[in-house]
């Protein structure tokens, strides 16, 4: 087992759904999307981000979860392997209101045949708080719709709600937990899986490696316990259950078809996606690019634009047999973006014209399916998760892997990671004095200077070597990932997955080598292009109007 660290119900709607047989699966996508609209409506405000809190220094402590409130008192439930009995929390709603609570009841219990998960804490201040109705989970189908609300731990810290949209695997909860295709990741934990009707059917509990493995605890198992969990104690065995008897719920929610096949690339811009190839180091990177039509110096012309860490040297393109050479017009290292022009015809892209300078986007758009045109006519769909969000630097810094110390006032390498970009360029007892051309002399402007570049970057390091100056270059590889399972999703991250000031964000699983492709709406409206693979529940669009401004931009500079 992986544990993951740190209404308005529109009834009416739901019965005219299931009036037909209950073996038929929805595939209309727009209809899903307005079920998912009502469940939001119903459970976003009551899903809250929880951290442990420090009341003396007012400061939070590390480790973040999320959890879900189901009372108007304050009542909040969450996971046993997040949380301590009498443990104080921050309380974080997603219109950024913040409060204080205690910790009650734990359990973390194998036992009779059950593998328990299960904790409550309260919201200290007397109020009416926003809360989500509780469903029984008796009647559970496999294919039923369902929708996680969370807060991953990849993210902002200050980010809103991270919406997924999946079906139910298994709804035997016999061992504890129910399955569902939900994605899930650290941060996740306690976080609340709602069905189609903005109820909570489970907690976020575990994961397996598979992405579409995610394990939830039952929603009835807290009613069963509920006095017990009440109190504030670490439970080692089972306390006595309340007088509870789980009854089936007479609305039923859809069951919906493998969101794959619920949404395809829109036929006449399927063209408009292309594999490129470039050296770096004598090594061919290979990633996809979205083409766009557009009119230079008055002839129309096709130009591509994709993720510019994974474009190197000597960019190529095959189209109708033939290999097209590329030429590099401008690169936005903010962005991570690069604009291309053939050197000969292309295929038509997405007229550039066509893409608006802005797209207004706002929480009634959470939810909604988008589809990643792949090369070859392959596709991934997920949900919009997140919308115009900061993406703060984090993972993406690249790994130099060397430590050092302040010895003889001289900084001296102590230090080297296997794996890192020192390893072999540099030796124990080096004394650093520049880092990508910048003199540095003090201890604060050695881990200053390294923050500054990324995974994918060329690095110049100034050094004295047995009293000899020397001057090495080396590439910046991504950092080693967390051996948690959750880091082991196909692909993995991208060795550019942050630092980003405004992007969007779904959860469909394309892969690291998949990201430099359009990404489109069930209307066929061009929202941006994938621009990386961040997390096991994430990947990060790059949003239309910023692309749009890149090429204009790339394309006046051209000219002068």
Request: glycine share 8%; aromatic share 6%; with cysteine.
């Amino acid at each position: 087992m992986k544990y993951l660290m740190p209404l308005r119900t529109n009834i009416m709607l739901l019965m005219a759904w299931c009036v037909s047989s209950h073996a038929q699966y929805v595939k209309d996508p727009r209809k899903i999307e307005a079920q998912v609209q009502t469940a939001l409506d119903s459970a976003y405000s009551a899903s809250v981000q929880i951290v442990p809190f420090d009341t003396i220094q007012n400061r939070q402590r590390p480790g973040v979860f999320s959890g879900v409130v189901v009372s108007a008192q304050g009542h909040i439930l969450t996971v046993a392997h997040a949380t301590t009995p009498n443990a104080v929390y921050q309380v974080m709603f997603p219109d950024g209101a913040k409060h204080i609570a205690i910790g009650k009841g734990r359990m973390a219990i194998k036992q009779q045949g059950r593998d328990l998960d299960m904790a409550m804490i309260k919201i200290l201040r007397p109020g009416t708080w926003p809360y989500a109705k509780m469903v029984s989970n008796t009647g559970m189908k496999a294919g039923q719709l369902c929708l996680s609300i969370s807060f991953p731990g990849s993210y902002n810290p200050k980010a809103q709600p991270n919406i997924r949209v999946g079906r139910i695997n298994d709804p035997s909860v016999s061992s504890g937990y129910f399955e569902t295709s939900c994605k899930m990741e650290p941060g996740d934990s306690g976080g609340g899986l709602f069905d189609g009707a903005g109820r909570l059917l489970g907690l976020h509990s575990w994961i397996k490696r598979s992405e579409d493995q995610n394990f939830e605890v039952p929603v009835d198992l807290y009613k069963k316990y509920w006095t017990a969990l009440n109190r504030a104690e670490d439970y080692k065995e089972l306390p006595e259950m309340d007088d509870f008897r789980a009854v089936p719920d007479p609305v039923s929610i859809p069951l919906i078809a493998p969101v794959e096949e619920l949404v395809s690339v829109p036929g006449t811009l399927r063209k408009s996606i292309v594999m490129l190839e470039s050296k770096r180091s004598g090594k061919p990177v290979r990633i996809l690019a979205t083409v766009i039509e557009a009119k230079n110096a008055g002839k129309r012309q096709a130009f591509l634009i994709s993720k510019s860490s994974m474009v190197a040297d000597s960019p190529l393109v095959s189209y109708m047999g033939n290999t097209v050479e590329l030429q590099v017009l401008e690169r936005d290292r903010e962005n991570d973006l690069v604009l291309l022009m053939a050197r000969s015809a292309l295929p038509k892209g997405i007229p550039l014209k066509s893409i608006p300078d802005s797209i207004a986007l706002s929480k009634a758009d959470l939810g909604k399916f988008l589809v990643s045109g792949l090369n070859e006519a392959g596709k991934k769909v997920g949900v919009l998760s997140s919308i115009y969000t900061r993406m703060p630097l984090r993972f993406s810094v690249g790994y130099f892997g060397a430590n050092a110390r302040f010895i003889d006032e001289k900084i001296t390498i102590t230090d080297i990671a296997k794996g890192g970009a020192a390893s072999n360029s540099l030796q124990l007892n080096d004394q650093v004095t520049g880092i990508g051309g910048v003199p540095i002399s003090r201890p604060p402007e050695y881990g200053a200077e390294l923050m500054k570049h990324l995974a994918g970057d060329s690095l110049t390091v100034d050094a004295v070597r047995a009293g000899q100056p020397i001057q090495v270059r080396m590439y910046l590889p991504a950092q080693p990932g967390p051996n948690h399972v959750a880091s082991q999703f196909e692909g993995g991250r991208s060795a550019r997955s942050d630092g980003f000031a405004r992007v969007l964000v779904h959860d469909a699983a394309v892969t690291a080598g998949e990201c430099g492709g359009p990404v489109f709406d069930v209307s066929g409206t061009f929202l941006g292009i994938n621009i990386a693979r961040h997390s096991r529940t994430s990947t990060v669009i790059m949003p239309a109007d910023v692309v749009k401004k890149f090429i204009v931009n790339g394309l006046k500079i051209k000219k002068t």
